[in-house]
Structures are given as structure tokens and as C-alpha cells.
T-cell receptor, first 108, second 117 residues
Framework: DAKTTQPNSMESNEEEPVHLPCNHSTISGTDYIHWYRQLPSQGPEYVIHGLTSNVNNRMASLAIAEDRKSSTLILHRATLRDAAVYYCIRPVGNQFYFGTGTSLTVIP | NAGVMQNPRHLVRRRGQEARLRCSPMKGHSHVYWYRQLPEEGLKFMVYLQKENIIDESGMPKERFSAEFPKEGPSILRIQQVVRGDSAAYFC???????????????FGPGTRLTVL
């Protein structure tokens, strides 16, 4: 059971929007979807989380499908500092389940 | 408000020695999690603790590994008789609320990178 599925890597040009997809088809009805990112040699950094409706904060937007089986993290204007591994996370019991994440490359 | 603090940031041990990793959660957070990350992999859950209690240690190896979160002081992850396979980055996270619900966001520390020679 792949708890979350994300593309291994994506590229984006600087200052363009980026849409990072995630499938979580077995998620339960009450589990939040969390997104974190990890820069090289650093700990994961919280980006955003949501349950059913779309969410916005200063870092990103989160679009959650109506059936909750997938979600998309949207970075509105990618910068070089956004180059990182992005993890879509669903809670599993007491833990956050980290998959392999999407490595985002931002091209100047 | 200081974030989650971990020390040391880098730790080198020889095979058979003990490693002690410390984690100070954010102020007001009583829930602590430990994760391990091998090179080129995602983080893997090890243990979840509340003050003075181990709640879930399902991800922690049964031998040589132990964790505590005393009433006073930081949480400690202890690895006895380290082996080369223990070389990894160990991350601590804290949360103000228990898992489940809108407020269970985990805030991560910078990690301790353990190298076993």
C-alpha cells in the first residue's frame, strides 16, 4: 500500500508557477494532508496542510480534490530558494508517513 | 520563540560506542517524535513520546535503541554499541497537540548527523 505517491523529480523555471501533485487514494476521511519541504542538510520545513477545502498561506496554496484522493501543492512564483525535496504526508497512526518526495529543480 | 533544537549537529562514533542525541522541543510543546533518514531516502518514524511516557515505539529497533523524554530537560535518543548501519541523520520534531486533527503540525529540528567509523 503506497500511502502517498509523488513524481520523483520536477523542474520549473524561475518566477513561474509550480504544481506538485500527490496521490493519497487510501487516506481516511479525517486525516489532514500535510506538505513539508527539505533543503539539503536541513530538517523538514512545514509548508501547508489542509483537510477538504483549498488552503492558502504566504508560502503556497494547497488544492485538495473533492474526493480527497489527491492534492496539489502550488508555488505561485518559484524562486531559486524553493529548490528542495517536497514531501506530501499523511498521518499513519501516531506518525507522519514520509514517502520519497519530489525533488524540485528551479532553473534560473 | 526558539524552534526545535538538537545537539550535537554532528556526531562521530566508533563501532561499539554509545551515541546520545538530544532534542529540546519548542516552548509549550509536550509531544516529541524521532525520525531517522538514510541517504537518498525519506524520513522514517522511530518513536513518539509525551512527557515521561513512550506512546509509540513501533518504528524503533528492539535492541540497542532507547528514547526518553523526562519531566525536566530534553528528550534523549540513545544508541548503544553503534554499528556502521546506524550512520544516518536523526531528526526530532515537536508538536503542541497529540496526533490527529488540525493542530498536530510537527516542527522539525535541524537534525543530528551520526557517522559511525
Amino acid at each position: 500500500d503506497a500511502k502517498t505517491t509523488q513524481p520523483n523529480s520536477m523542474e520549473s523555471n524561475e518566477e513561474e508557477p509550480v504544481h506538485l501533485p500527490c496521490n493519497h487514494s487510501t487516506i481516511s476521511g479525517t486525516d489532514y494532508i500535510h506538505w513539508y519541504r527539505q533543503l539539503p542538510s536541513q530538517g523538514p520545513e512545514y509548508v501547508i496542510h489542509g483537510l477538504t477545502s483549498n488552503v492558502n498561506n504566504r508560502m503556497a496554496s494547497l488544492a485538495i480534490a473533492e474526493d480527497r484522493k489527491s492534492s496539489t501543492l502550488i508555488l505561485h512564483r518559484a524562486t531559486l530558494r524553493d529548490a528542495a525535496v517536497y514531501y506530501c504526508i499523511r498521518p499513519v497512526g501516531n506518525q507522519f508517513y514520509f514517502g520519497t518526495g519530489t525533488s524540485l529543480t528551479v532553473i534560473p | 520563540n526558539a524552534g526545535v533544537m538538537q545537539n550535537p549537529r554532528h556526531l562521530v562514533r566508533r563501532r561499539g560506542q554509545e551515541a546520545r542525541l538530544r532534542c529540546s522541543p519548542m516552548k509549550g510543546h509536550s509531544h516529541v517524535y524521532w525520525y531517522r533518514q538514510l541517504p537518498e531516502e525519506g524520513l522514517k518514524f522511530m518513536v513518539y513520546l509525551q512527557k515521561e511516557n513512550i506512546i509509540d515505539e513501533s518504528g524503533m529497533p528492539k535492541e540497542r535503541f532507547s528514547a526518553e523524554f523526562p519531566k525536566e530537560g530534553p528528550s534523549i535518543l540513545r544508541i548503544q554499541q553503534v554499528v556502521r548501519g546506524d550512520s544516518a541523520a536523526y531528526f526530532c520534531a515537536s508538536s503542541p497537540l497529540p496526533p490527529g486533527g488540525a493542530g498536530d503540525t510537527q516542527y522539525f529540528g535541524p537534525g543530528t548527523r551520526l557517522t559511525v567509523l
